[in-house]
């Protein structure tokens, strides 16, 4: 044995003895180092504080929206997220689509995409390329409820005259000051736009204006617009929070999804529209 | 669904449910039925989009019957601080859960206690979405 094996078998041996030694401490909530881990939300090391700083810039100028972000859209009740003096119209072959949903046939307990604008509980990024300067592309990444992305064409082209009807549709968007402004159209049907069931259809155009309004604050102003489901189009406002820290982690929705043949019973929408019970 | 010396049910409302699933929570799980359950675990899958785990749970007659419990996604877990081994075969453990609506031996755990007392996977204060 050389000098070097010798080193390195010493080095081995105090890394198992290390190792053990992180097994053989007293059981606390969180055990750094075993691999059984632990942890509580209140560990800054989970959920970490986003300095109060004003948004971040790109050399040019442009506003950098870059970074990890969770929520910024509807996922229990759409219309929690109405501005002031905004108002959900469902034209009646809507009203009766939404009204025969069951929790059950929700796409994304099957999981599929969430569409536009729904967000999942999972975090995600944003990403543009080129890196810097004038981006022709940005990508919205999402960790679930599927593993997949927006595509958001930045390079000046506009929306084709048809467009096969896909989960996230065809999406382009240009600058407004500080503000993204994302205009898509070409949806599928299929998705919904939170567990009460909102429904849309082909028709479907969404128009939404993203504002960094500080390092840790992107706000989300939505206009819904689809004469197919609703009698005029309405705006909600959504707010994601940066997680600093964080990165994408793997989602495989499907690979053991279990559930939605053990989803039986009524949904939120049930249960918040019920009427109180008499007296 | 047969009663067990281990198995109690709490009448009472109260225990936090989690708001970050990928299917509408109440629908699946009767926040009315609140369960204390104690067994030994058997597997553990550490899978999207629920991990889950399994438990032998025996009656007085020493009839063991195995329940399937389902815990939040993997990476939700592992941002907790938990990992894919936190659980393991053989643990004996107790379990603060949600029994599932169509009276199969499935329910939500939110939170599992070890015999020396540590709690894992709690989820009590997990971040509500909007």
Known sequence: MNIHQTVYTLLAALAVLAYGTSFSQPTGVAEAGSDRGGGNLSDPLIVPEVPDAPAPRLPDGTPDLSGLWLGGGPNRDISQGLLPGEEIELLPEAAALMASRRPQDDPEAHCLPTGVPRVAPYPWRIVQDPPYGKATHLFFLFEGNIHSYRQIFMDGRGHPEYVDPTWYGHSIGHWEGATLVVDTVGFNDRFWFDFHGHPHTEQLRTIERYTRTNLGTLENVITIIDPGAYAKPFTVKYTATLRLGWDLMEYICNENNQDVSHIVGPGYRDIETAAPPSQ | ?130
């Open chain 2, 1 to 130: 669904m047969r009663a067990t010396a281990a198995l109690i049910l709490i009448g009472a409302l109260g225990l936090g449910v989690p708001a970050a699933a990928h299917h509408t929570f109440i629908a699946q799980y009767d926040p009315n039925r609140p369960v204390v359950m104690t067994g030994t675990v058997t597997r553990v899958e550490w899978t999207n989009p629920h991990a889950r785990f399994y438990i032998d749970v025996a009656d007085d007659n020493g009839d063991v019957t195995n329940w399937n419990l389902e815990l939040a996604s993997p990476n939700v877990l592992r941002r907790y601080g938990w990992t894919g081994r936190s659980l393991q075969p053989g643990d004996r453990v107790t379990v603060d859960g949600t029994l599932a609506r169509d009276g199969s031996n499935m329910a939500n755990a939110l939170s599992i206690t070890l015999p020396d007392g540590r709690k894992i996977f709690a989820r009590e204060s997990a971040p509500v979405l909007e």
